[in-house]
């Protein structure tokens, strides 16, 4: 079974320049997540959703970043303009539903803005 | 609000020896507790969980962990450690139920270094 795949894993971008990541879940799980993990530190929700609704987007700055799941299957995250506290890696997970669920965590999206 | 604390940044162990993560967690409301393991440039790969029954719950890779309710920890235990143990272990919590419901937060994790 084909885990949570995200693209690309590596990003340079100059400040001030959009950015967009990738992630295709697990097959069959309705559940997905945008999590930000800093150097050092331990990942943070941006968003959740449950198939193409989200259902929690507290934590998101919504100035600069978008997130959507069109169809409920992958999602897109996107920064504009980033600036260079958004370096990071940017981790997408899957479950099936709720919150007994297994996360499962993609590779995750290296970004460095210069 | 929940919050996790992992009291150690960083552990140096010998391979072989025994090895304890220690996690604290605070919470209102009864939780779920997880403990995910990130070797460099991966994702995270879960451990164990905890959701209920037993308190001690037995994981991958011979890790096991023990809930414990009136002191609010998540230990994590492995009584002989290898250097493929090397990676970086992350405690997390969620409610279980209610608002925010499967929404993780994690402690800043604990670096293990088995070293030979």
């Known amino acids: 079974e084909a885990g949570v795949v995200q693209s690309p894993r590596y990003k340079i971008i100059e400040k001030k320049q959009p950015v967009a990541f990738w992630c295709n879940p697990i097959?069959?799980?309705?559940?997905l997540y945008w999590y930000l993990q800093n150097l050092g530190q331990g990942p943070e929700l941006l968003i959740r959703?449950?198939?193409?609704?989200?259902?929690?987007d507290s934590q998101l700055p919504k100035d600069r970043f978008s997130a959507e799941r069109l169809k409920g299957v992958d999602s897109t995250l996107k920064i504009q303009p980033a600036e260079l506290g958004d370096s990071a890696v940017y981790l997408c997970?899957?479950?099936?539903?709720?919150?007994?669920?297994?996360?499962?965590f993609g590779p995750g999206t290296r970004l460095l803005v210069l | 609000a929940q919050s996790v604390t992992q009291l150690d940044s960083q552990v140096p162990v010998f391979e072989e020896a025994p090895v304890e993560l220690r996690c604290n967690y605070s919470?209102?409301?009864?939780?779920?507790l997880f403990w995910y393991v990130q070797y460099p440039n991966q994702g995270l790969q879960l451990l164990l969980k905890?959701?209920?029954?037993?308190?001690l719950v037995k994981g991958i890779n011979g890790f096991e962990a023990e809930f414990n309710k009136s002191q609010t920890s998540f230990h994590l235990r492995k009584p002989s450690v290898h250097i493929s143990d090397t990676a970086e272990y992350f405690c997390?919590?969620?409610?279980?139920?209610?608002?925010?419901?499967?929404?993780?937060?994690f402690g800043k994790g604990t670096k293990l270094s088995v070293k030979p």
């Open positions: 919470s209102s409301v009864s939780v779920y």
């Open positions: 905890y959701l209920s029954g037993s308190t």
């Open positions: 997390a919590v969620t409610k279980g139920y209610g608002g925010s419901q499967g929404n993780l937060i």
């Open positions: 097959s069959g799980h309705n559940t």
């Open positions: 997970a899957s479950s099936l539903d709720g919150s007994r669920e297994t996360q499962y």
């Open positions: 959703y449950e198939n193409e609704e989200a259902v929690d």
